[in-house]
């Protein structure tokens, strides 16, 4: 048997395509979102094992920085075709990396994961983390579904919800302007402050995600404006990726301005019906509560979400490789930030 050679690979189209055709495709793989990440200064190593024109198992790695150090972050993978066989082979291949780039631990966050391969992970050195990275549980929406079927789903508040915005004059439009970005962080910060929970410091951070993913037609920016006779002001916006069969309402916001008009229940069913529209097969709202806990960090979206239908899915925490024993201080104010601030992408 040859040996498993994991490699760098920089062929954007190889990588996504390869990637898209993976049951377990994520976003958080894909080569735009390694592009993003080093638009904001981090460091990204594309790692897969190839065979002929495609890639069987990819692993793109993010070197992130901490108050105490730097660590390697896998979100959304590795995205392994044989575990037995190829997990060996990675978890060396990144070792020597990092031992190169000093950092103090590797991260796999693969999301959803069997038993089977947790018990590999723990073979090889690895520990389940003590946070969460990315949200614990989230709603998905079967788009295979009719249309008619999807609103026959809504709750009766939230279908009723949708007609009457409609009839009031709020307008969903998807931004053609790079420059309506602004009018997002805007409102973002808004909606940050009004709900007490923390943004990214760095003030592009919003802005490189989305365009990046708009430059290769796999973002949309949403915005609910409200009806013409009282003026231009945006009321609700939303930034949406599109990637593989799954469309993620990623991130969005709210005015506090005429909040009885409800605009963002017309622009989560335009939203859907979009997405539905485009051809894909699966709508993720990204995250909501795991269960009725009034302080879980999603509690205050949960409810809105739900009125949609769509069906829980729970995560698995990822996974730590310790490299040095700066990882256990890390980790502990790891711990200790996870109860403070709601986590976020």
Known sequence: MSKVVWEEIGNQEMWNNSLSEKKETSFLQSFEFGQFQEK??????????????????????IKLKTRLGEYFYVPGGPIIENWGEDLKNLVDTIKNIALLERVSFIRFDPRIISEKNQALLVEFGFRQAPI?????????????????????????????????????????????????IVLFNKLLSETASRHRFNLYKNKNYYKEQYLTFKNSSKAKLFLAYEP?????DVLAC???????????????????????LRAPYLMQWKIIEDAKTSGFSNYDFWGVAQDNNPNDPWAGVTEFKRSFGGEKVYYQKPYDLVLNKAYYLETTLERARGLLKKLKI
């Open 40 to 61: 904001i200064g981090n460091k990204v190593f594309r790692l897969g094992v190839k065979k002929d024109s495609k890639i069987n198992s990819l692993c793109q790695v």
């Open 132 to 180: 969460f990275t990315q949200p614990a549980c989230s709603l998905t929406l079967d788009l295979t579904k009719s249309l008619e079927e999807l609103r026959s789903r809504l709750s009766d508040s939230t279908r009723y919800n949708i007609g009457w915005v409609k009839r009031k004059g709020v307008r969903v439009k998807i931004s053609q302007d790079e420059s309506d």
């Open 228 to 232: 013409e006779e009282f003026g231009q």
């Open 238 to 260: 939303a930034i949406v990726v599109y990637f593989g069969d799954c469309v993620t309402y990623l991130h969005a916001a709210s005015s506090s301005k005429s909040p009885k």
